[in-house]
């Protein structure tokens, strides 16, 4: 599988934007998927993830309420919908291929697959 991730750019606080993540290969839409970002001099951590079929989600809490994580399987893409910035969400925002027990879906070492990441700069 391989990741391209999309739709990054420079926004205002308080404003929205959509990121991409298209995924090629047979076997696409059969995992659960993730959004993971990091900003500079950060760790790379958690923002959402999905399973295969869309059906349940997972949040970190810092993105809970103003983020929604879905994906369209006829498509083989996820999209991470961006609402209500701030500019703490500046980071580079990367989408990643799950490979794990649910119980690990916010830890990076579980993912096998990465996109090569977009840049999400939000100005206060």
């Known amino acids: 599988v391989q990741l391209q991730a999309s739709g990054g750019g420079l926004v205002q606080a308080g404003g929205s934007l959509r990121l991409s993540c298209a995924a090629s290969?047979?076997?696409?839409?059969?995992?659960?998927m993730g959004w993971f970002r990091q900003a500079p001099g950060k760790e790379r951590e958690f923002v959402a993830s999905?399973?295969?079929?869309?059906?349940?989600?997972h949040y970190a809490d810092s993105v809970k309420g103003r983020f929604t994580i879905s994906r369209d399987n006829a498509k083989t893409t996820i999209y991470l919908q961006m609402n209500n910035l701030k500019p703490e969400d500046t980071a580079v925002y990367f989408c990643a291929r799950h490979r794990g027990p649910l119980s690990t879906v916010a830890r990076s070492q579980s993912y096998d697959r990465w996109g090569q990441g977009t840049l999400v700069t939000v100005s206060s």
């Open positions: 290969g047979r076997t696409a839409s059969d995992y659960r």
């Open positions: 999905i399973t295969w079929n869309g059906w349940n989600t």
